[in-house]
């Protein structure tokens, strides 16, 4: 079955960086596009970064020119790099993929805080 594995989560201080990664398994990975999407205490999940099949990359206008989102196909695995890291970016992170509906990771919790 459709498994997405979301890691590297944490603590990090105003300024900082922080790389997440997404192992999915259970379908063809490289035939899906696949989006990071976030949410905080209190507000809606929303969309952060989607990469393509073909490898282009589209950002929230928030985390423009910070975040970068990356694919392995041959480890199946997503990434997002996350730099200069803002209180305002703490949230818990979600791997998504459409799959005849969307498919969801468990989460990997950011926190960045002084």
């Known amino acids: 079955q459709v498994q997405l594995v979301e890691s590297g989560g944490g603590l990090v201080q105003p300024g900082g960086s922080l790389r997440l990664s997404c192992a999915a398994s259970?379908?063809?990975?490289?035939?899906?596009?696949m989006r990071w999407y976030r949410q905080a205490p209190g507000k809606e999940r929303e969309l952060v970064a989607t990469?393509?099949?073909?490898?282009?990359?589209y950002y929230a206008v928030s985390v423009q020119g910070r975040f970068t989102i990356s694919r392995d196909n041959a480890k199946n695995t997503v990434y997002l790099q996350m730099n200069s890291l803002k209180p305002e970016d703490t949230a818990v992170y979600y791997c998504?993929?459409?799959?005849?509906?969307?498919?969801w990771g468990q989460g990997t919790q950011v926190a960045v805080s002084s």
């Open positions: 998504n993929a459409e799959i005849g509906f969307a498919r």
């Open positions: 259970g379908f063809t990975f490289s035939s899906y596009a």
């Open positions: 990469i393509t099949t073909g490898g282009n990359s």
